[in-house]
């Protein structure tokens, strides 16, 4: 079948299905939550709150088979220059991939390098947590400065708060990303220099705000103690070097991993200095478990394809605009933050791959923060809101902390958010109910008119046996296929970024001649 005719199904699809309530599926069909359920790699999707059929699901299906979308996960997987733009790879998948499966590119098995990648890792991480990397006074390490913006920062950082629990680790780290002077010397006031080293992670090291904030932090180092105590992850080993920092100091990235699909890189050291290589290489594995679901699972069965097609149907059908990332797990509150670049950045454009506009909607904006939080905050607009949008839940099922009925409680509530938002509720019970509280008929039908929720709010809840390392993997790696699927189905590039350069361009001008833009009314000085 065509993609256009895929489209012209869907669209008369969704006229005859968007007036319809999940409630009355759910009425039909009691075992809709079991039959709208998968698993991968230790995740597990409900997804039967959703505005969709099968028949929804099949139409969807067909979209993505007419869109190539299998063939274009086996280019992703064998180094096929899928960022078209710049004629190159997109491996990530390749960096978490066991390294005695060789993989070529450009005739050239890429493994052997990845492997000494990782010897290298695991030997920082070893001086580093045995107390064996000594500062200038000759003491241990006790505290790493690490500087990166973007996906130099924002992958390390959010698994790094995500997985303290799992870090049996002396030295602290501290992720500066902002060129904000605020965050480095309240960062940098209770340090110790002599203690401390210091990680620059920036792909291109060409990226401003990272190397002002290097200069600032070699200077309160002292450049003296670079070659011992400065460490760089870059693709620019040359633009590191400039900085005196030594070459056997600085990891690589290849040009074959994006920003934003780096974490699994050079650019995940502080991760792993914090949790150890060992746990690294299990988040790494956890990855590698959603990559071979990805490449091998029947569409109807994946559950990236099922994720990014429940994203099109929304956005191209009901025309929704944001897309919602509540995780009920405070160790992952860094997420929905890591899903904006992830998403935002990838699929945040309108250009098809032949260079024309696309005629449709492309990446949502990303939001969320945790649960239950949300619920006193922003999830009355969730519920009566005047938008649509659909939320994806994240919940551990099992409790690792000591204070098992809260856990219990952060269930219920993640359970009868999803419920609440599906079902909604009935005015004319409301109004009955109020009229045996006392109100007249009047009164009370006007009052469960602003009771009222609508209900047939969509939701996914994506379900981990526990947060480890491993789930982590697969669960980061979910969104990035996810979001690979969606950027095939609108035929974007994923994996450049063309849209952040004026900005930076401008910023450079304005430095050089502060009269640049003087009618705004803000100086730079
Ligand atoms: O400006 C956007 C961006 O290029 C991101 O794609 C990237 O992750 C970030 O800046 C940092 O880039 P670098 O790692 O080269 O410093």
Redesign the pocket.
């Known amino acids: 079948m065509k993609l256009t005719d895929c489209w012209h199904q869907l669209a008369t699809h969704y006229q005859h299905l968007k007036s319809q309530h999940m409630r009355d599926w759910f009425e039909q069909d009691p075992q809709r939550d079991q039959r709208f359920r998968l698993q991968a790699a230790d995740l597990s999707l409900n997804y039967a709150h959703h505005r969709i059929t099968t028949q929804t699901l099949e139409y969807l299906i067909q979209l993505a088979h007419a869109a190539a979308l299998p063939n274009k996960i086996d280019h992703l997987f064998k180094g096929e220059p899928v960022n078209f733009t710049e004629q190159r790879p997109a491996l990530h998948t390749a960096l978490r991939r066991p390294t005695n499966q060789p993989l070529y590119y450009q005739g050239q098995d890429i493994m052997p390098a990845i492997a000494d990648l990782h010897h290298r890792m695991a030997t920082y991480c070893t001086r580093l947590r045995h107390q064996q990397w000594l500062g200038f006074n000759g003491q241990p390490i006790t505290d790493i400065v690490h500087l990166?913006?973007?996906?130099?920062y924002l992958g390390p950082a959010m698994a790094y708060h995500a997985l303290q629990a799992e870090a049996k680790c002396a030295v602290r780290i501290h992720f500066i990303a902002n060129v904000d002077g605020h965050h480095l010397t309240s960062t940098l006031a209770p340090l110790d220099p002599a203690t401390t080293l210091v990680i620059i992670?920036?792909?291109?090291f060409?990226?401003s705000d990272?190397l002002l904030n290097a200069q600032t932090v070699l200077n309160w180092l002292g450049r003296s103690h670079i070659a011992n105590q400065v460490i760089a992850i870059t693709a620019n080993p040359a633009g590191a070097n400039a900085l005196g920092i030594a070459t056997d100091h600085i990891l690589p990235i290849w040009d074959w991993v994006g920003?934003?699909y780096s974490l699994w890189s050079a650019i995940g050291l502080p991760l792993a200095i914090s949790i150890g290589m060992s746990k690294f290489q299990q988040l790494l594995a956890g990855a590698h478990a959603m990559d071979q679901h990805f490449h091998s699972a029947a569409f109807a069965n994946n559950m990236p394809v099922i994720l990014g097609l429940l994203g099109i149907w929304y956005i191209n059908f009901f025309h929704t605009q944001t897309h919602a990332v509540i995780p009920y797990a405070q160790r992952l509150e860094w997420l929905p933050n890591y899903l904006q670049q992830l998403e935002m950045?990838s699929n945040g454009k309108q250009m098809q791959a032949m260079g024309q506009t696309t005629p449709y909607s492309t990446a949502p904006v990303i939001w969320g923060s945790v649960g239950v939080n949300g619920q006193h905050a922003f999830h009355q607009l969730l519920h009566q809101g005047a938008h649509l949008i659909p939320v994806d839940f994240i919940i551990a099922e099992q409790c690792t902390s000591p204070l098992t009925e809260h856990h219990r409680q952060l269930k219920a509530n993640c359970i009868s958010q999803i419920k609440a938002l599906m079902l909604g509720n009935d005015p004319s019970i409301l109004a009955q109910q109020l009229q045996q509280q006392g109100y007249d008929l009047a009164q009370a039908t006007q009052l469960a008119q602003h009771q009222w929720l609508p209900g047939n709010k969509p939701s996914s809840l994506i379900t981990l046996p526990q947060l480890t390392p491993t789930t982590l993997g697969s669960l980061i790696a979910l969104y990035e296929h996810k979001v690979f699927v969606q950027s095939v189905i609108w035929q974007i590039n994923c994996f450049d970024?063309y849209g952040?350069e004026l900005g930076k361009q401008l910023t450079r001008q304005l430095l050089d001649d502060e009269s640049l833009f003087a009618s705004i009314g803000l100086s730079i000085d």
């Open positions: 990166g913006i973007g996906g130099s992670s920036s792909k291109s060409t990226t990272t920003g934003r950045e970024q952040v």
